[in-house]
C-alpha cells in the first residue's frame, strides 16, 4: 500500500538519487543538502514522499507563491518523480492529487510545472492528469558549473 507523506531530512540521500537518475548527472551532493534544508524550512515549499511497504518510491516537491501575473497564488511542480522499479504503478498520480489536494488547501488557484522537451512520457502523464500545455519556458545558461 502507498502512503503519501511530508519529506523529512533523512529522506534527502532518497530524493538526491532520484534527482540525479531523472537528471542523468550526478549533481553537488553538498550543496544539494544544503538546498533541500532550506527548502524543508521554507514555508512555500513542500515535498512529498511516496512510501510502498515502509520503502521511499517516489516524492512531488512543490513551489506555492503570489505571483503577480496571477493576482493570486499558484503552485508550481518543481520535481516529481518516481523510482524507475516502481513506475506505471500509479505512485505518480498520487503524489499528482496530493500535491493538488495540499496546493487547493493554501488557497492556490492553479498548479503548473515545466517539463524538458524530450520527456514525452512526462508530458502524457500530465496530460491525463488533466493539465494542458499552454505556456513556453525559455532557458539560458549563465553560469556554468565546473
Avoid at 543538502?33 to 511497504?53: K, N, S, Y
Amino acid at each position: 500500500m502507498t502512503v503519501i507523506r511530508p519529506a523529512v531530512r533523512t529522506d534527502c540521500a532518497f530524493v538526491y538519487d532520484l534527482i540525479c537518475d531523472m537528471e542523468a548527472e550526478e549533481l553537488p551532493y553538498d550543496e544539494f543538502t544544503r538546498i533541500f534544508a532550506e527548502q524543508m524550512a521554507d514555508g512555500r515549499m513542500l515535498c512529498l514522499v511516496a512510501e510502498d511497504d515502509g520503502e521511499p518510491v517516489g516524492f512531488i516537491n512543490l513551489r506555492m507563491e503570489r505571483q503577480l501575473h496571477h493576482a493570486a497564488r499558484i503552485a508550481e511542480i518543481m520535481e516529481l518523480v518516481v523510482a524507475s522499479g516502481h513506475r506505471s504503478e500509479g505512485i505518480g498520480a498520487q503524489l499528482f492529487e496530493a500535491a493538488c489536494r495540499a496546493a487547493r488547501a493554501a488557497g492556490c488557484i492553479q498548479i503548473e510545472v515545466a517539463c524538458k522537451q524530450h520527456r514525452t512520457r512526462a508530458h502524457a502523464f500530465y496530460e491525463r492528469q488533466g493539465m494542458e500545455s499552454t505556456h513556453f519556458k525559455f532557458c539560458k545558461q549563465v553560469w556554468f558549473r565546473a
